[in-house]
């Protein structure tokens, strides 16, 4: 059995890291077959690094590093940009967001410009999205190009008006959690606002709710809403008293179980545990 490298001891794992910071700093034109450790190439699929375990250094599960990195090159593999990457640069992105455009896009970027680039940037131009809100929109969740316009987002967003009712508040919602695009209307964000209608919180509070903490809709009720909930009730509250302060601070179904748990425990070991302490104790 090889014997383990002392604690502290630098391996070759860090020198490759080293390398990628510099020529990120120094902008070298890097490319997978350009980084090689003696024989072997260290960008490539499936590769094992020298005194480490094998790694894939490519798609979602590879390091931060090695996917910006390799990002730097157009999703064609080429230094020629995709039709989609240079639209894009014209419109207003930089290339160190076009880098994190492509580290974040799953498969190569290269998605139609006139039926899904084009669409998109204008509708969420319409929308009230600012320049600068679209940019980081795109930026966070480029698989926003991946979404039906017409089939899914659109009747999303009509959905998400009839609940606000105010297109200011949906714009700045999609600008904050653009993966709202993406949730399914009928098994994700329907289901959400009717459970928290069976909890008893008034239509405004749930209209609040949604416009301040956008993030919510995503989470799945049964295992993640639920427990929370049941905790509420196990530590004494009553229905009323949990949907009136789920209503004022829907804050509170954000924190995660754990947390949740821990905080109600320490307030009920120091007596303070009470409706209307709840929401500030949560912040």
């Known amino acids: 059995m090889r014997p383990r490298p002392p604690r502290g001891a630098l391996r070759p794992s860090h020198f490759f890291a080293a390398a990628i910071a510099v020529a990120a700093a120094l902008s070298l034109p890097l490319s997978s077959s350009s980084l090689r450790w003696g024989s072997q190439t260290w960008l490539s699929a499936g590769l094992r690094l020298p005194g480490t375990s094998t790694t894939r250094l490519t798609g979602p599960s590879a390091p931060r590093s090695c996917r910006l990195l390799l990002a730097r090159q157009s999703s064609t593999g080429t230094d020629t940009p995709t039709q989609a990457e240079s639209y894009l640069l014209s419109w207003g992105l930089s290339e160190q967001q076009l880098v994190k455009v492509r580290a974040r896009y799953r498969g190569n970027f290269d998605p139609n410009v ?11 131009a319409d929308l009230g999205l600012t320049h600068l809100q679209i940019q980081k929109a795109v930026v966070d969740f480029p698989a926003l190009f991946q979404q039906r316009l017409e089939q899914n987002v659109k009747p999303s967003v009509r959905w998400l008006l009839e609940m606000v009712l105010d ?39 749930i209209a609040k709710a949604i416009a301040n903490q956008p993030h919510l809709c995503s989470r799945n009720i049964e295992t993640n809403l639920k427990p929370k909930v049941r905790l509420l009730s196990e530590r004494g509250f009553t229905q009323a008293e949990i949907a009136r302060r789920l209503g004022i601070n829907p804050v509170i179904l954000g924190l995660s179980l754990k947390r949740l748990t821990h905080r109600t425990s320490v307030l009920e070991a120091q007596g303070l545990l009470a409706a209307s302490s709840l929401g500030t104790a949560m912040k």
């Open 114 to 124: 006139e039926d899904k680039v084009k669409p998109l940037l204008n509708w969420l």
């Open 167 to 205: 297109k200011s508040k949906v714009a700045k919602m999609i600008a904050r959690e653009p993966r709202l695009c993406s949730r399914n209307l009928e098994r994700t964000m329907k289901p959400f606002v009717g459970w928290l209608a069976e909890l008893g919180i008034e239509k405004s509070q």
